[in-house]
């Protein structure tokens, strides 16, 4: 696959970001973690792919998300999020707003039926984020702009709606390997003056964690540990409520099944999708799907309960989506008919219906979920 050719400005950055990595390598004796390299390339202050001014997001940046693709999403997730908020919690907090498409569209849904919070949070590491999040909000919803705070952290104690909408999948990942029998970990090094991954035998936790999955000989795979540890902060945080993660991924049978021997670590750059995570650091994603298994036994070994687990199709239809989407009338063509495309990105088998997947934990919230009213899968997990 050829690539695009970034501009002069956009690969003296990338420069900057590999002599850092380096310099990093250098220092470490030669070798870094893949998970230390992953955190470097895409959030070293003022260098990482989420720290600098690149655009990431939409036509003219590296993918496109759901809230972009089509305010349907939005509209149809506030639904759900409307329904935890009627149990008479106040508060929202979004982790990784990106752009603010989804905070702002949630915020005139739930204004339109009466629902808005006390408080929308979002919790942004990138200050570039923070600051597009913050232009989008003030166009859109002006008058809503107060209720909005960013964090940097998750507060101390929380209860409300928490949301993450492909968080997970770009969190530091573990690279581990089966090799004559022996557990290896993949780090990076410098080989013939160039970033290339470097193996080492595995050691304390990713041994423990790969060792716990009995993978066969030959397999590669990623381990999500930061994910993890999130997920086990967050239940400490969470005294009320509902969590929704909606992000790409498998149960663990499916995850480390043969024909994913190779893992499922994906770069974006440019809306080309490829492997190598080592072109152009810092101005490419690096992510791998979820291990939805392991997102759910984390939540549950730390106190959460598992409210839901369906396709992004099915959540969408239990929410209501073709109730949204008859708001506009099928005869106005101009304007249903790119809706109904939307809405075929989003549900269709062969877009991101059926590959993403939303998850639902919670803390002393009984009621069942609309999102997960029919279709629930939780039995996979």
């Not at 707003?97 to 905070?103: C, D, E, I, P, T």
């Not at 909000?137 to 705070?149: C, D, G, T, W």
């Not at 492997?275 to 650091?281: A, G, K, Q, V």
């Not at 969408?316 to 101009?334: F, H, K, Q, W, Y």
Request: proline residues 6%; negative net charge; aromatic residues 8%.
């Amino acid at each position: 696959m050829t690539l695009p050719e970034p501009t002069p400005e956009a690969r003296a950055h990338s420069d900057r970001v590999l002599a850092h990595i380096r310099e990093e390598i250098a220092a470490s004796g030669g070798w870094i973690s893949f998970a230390r390299y992953m955190e470097l390339a895409l959030y070293a202050p003022g260098l990482g792919y989420y720290s600098a001014g690149s655009r990431k997001l939409g036509k003219a940046g590296d993918f496109v998300t759901a809230p972009e693709i089509s305010p349907l999403y939005g509209q149809t997730l506030a639904r759900q999020v409307g329904q935890v908020l009627e149990s008479g919690l106040d508060e929202i907090l979004e982790v990784g707003a990106g752009s603010g498409a989804l905070a702002a569209t949630l915020l005139e849904e739930l204004e339109r039926s009466n629902r808005l919070p006390r408080n929308y949070l979002i919790l942004e590491l990138s200050a570039d984020l923070r600051e597009r999040s913050r232009d989008t909000l003030a166009l859109r919803v002006p008058h809503l702009l107060e209720r909005v705070a960013w964090l940097n952290r998750l507060p101390p104690a929380f209860s409300g709606v928490v949301l993450g909408n492909e968080v997970l999948d770009a969190m530091p990942v573990t690279v581990v390997r089966v090799e004559a029998g022996r557990i290896e970990e993949g780090g990076v090094g410098v080989r013939n003056g160039r970033l290339d991954w470097s193996w080492r035998i595995a050691s304390g936790e990713p041994l423990a964690a790969a060792r716990a999955l009995n993978l066969p000989e030959g397999f590669r795979t990623e381990i999500q540990l930061v994910a993890l540890g999130f997920m086990r902060t967050l239940a400490q945080v969470l005294e009320k409520g509902a969590a929704l993660f909606v992000d790409y991924g498998f149960p663990a049978r499916e995850y480390y099944h043969l024909q994913r021997k190779a893992g499922t670590l994906m770069c974006h750059y440019r809306h080309h999708a490829h492997p190598d995570p080592f072109f152009l650091p810092g101005l490419q994603d690096i992510t791998c799907h979820v291990d939805f298994s392991a997102i759910a036994r984390a939540a549950r070994e730390n106190g959460l309960d598992l409210l839901g687990y369906t396709s992004q199709a099915q959540f969408l239809v239990n929410c209501g989506i073709t109730e949204i989407m008859s708001r506009t009338p099928a005869e106005d063509s101009a304007k249903y008919l790119p809706l109904a495309s939307q809405a075929n990105r989003l549900m269709s088998a062969a877009e991101m219906g059926e590959l993403f997947k939303v998850i639902a934990l919670g803390r002393a919230f009984p009621a069942p979920l609309v999102g997960f009213s029919g279709g629930d899968r939780r039995h996979a997990l």
